[in-house]
Nanobody
Framework: QLQLVESGGGLVQPGGSLRLSCVAS????????IGWFRQVPGKEREVVLC????????YYADSVKGRFAASRDNAKNTVFLQMNNLKPEDTAVYYC????????WGQGTQVTVTS
């Protein structure tokens, strides 16, 4: 059964950093382009960043350019989202999935940026 489990979120002050993780079971992440997404209540889920199978970042939302970066550890079937210089507007629940949201969504991990 395919399952995505995101973790690493939390409460952080503006300017802080977090590193999110997404572990997959029932599939192998290295065969897919992977996206990180986020959603705030009342709004649609938006794509933050997409990473190709070759670990090249193929898309950044303008709002995160220069601050967020993705990577993967294929041996652990895990992808990461390094978030630096966080801003209050980054507050959201973060998810991983294929770049087109092909898989069932995980529970996400809450990121809250506040002073």
């Amino acid at each position: 059964q395919l399952q995505l489990v995101e973790s690493g979120g939390g409460l952080v002050q503006p300017g802080g950093s977090l590193r999110l993780s997404c572990v997959a079971s029932g599939t192998t992440l290295d065969a897919y382009a992977i996206g990180w997404f986020r959603q705030v209540p009342g709004k649609e889920r938006e794509v933050v960043l997409c990473m190709s199978k070759d670990d090249d970042t193929i898309y950044y939302a303008d709002s995160v350019k220069g601050r967020f970066a993705a990577s993967r550890d294929n041996a652990k079937n895990t992808v990461f989202l390094q978030m630096n210089n966080l801003k209050p507007e980054d507050t959201a629940v973060y998810y991983c999935n294929t770049e087109v949201g092909l898989w069932p969504w995980g529970q996400g991990t809450q990121v809250t940026v506040t002073s």
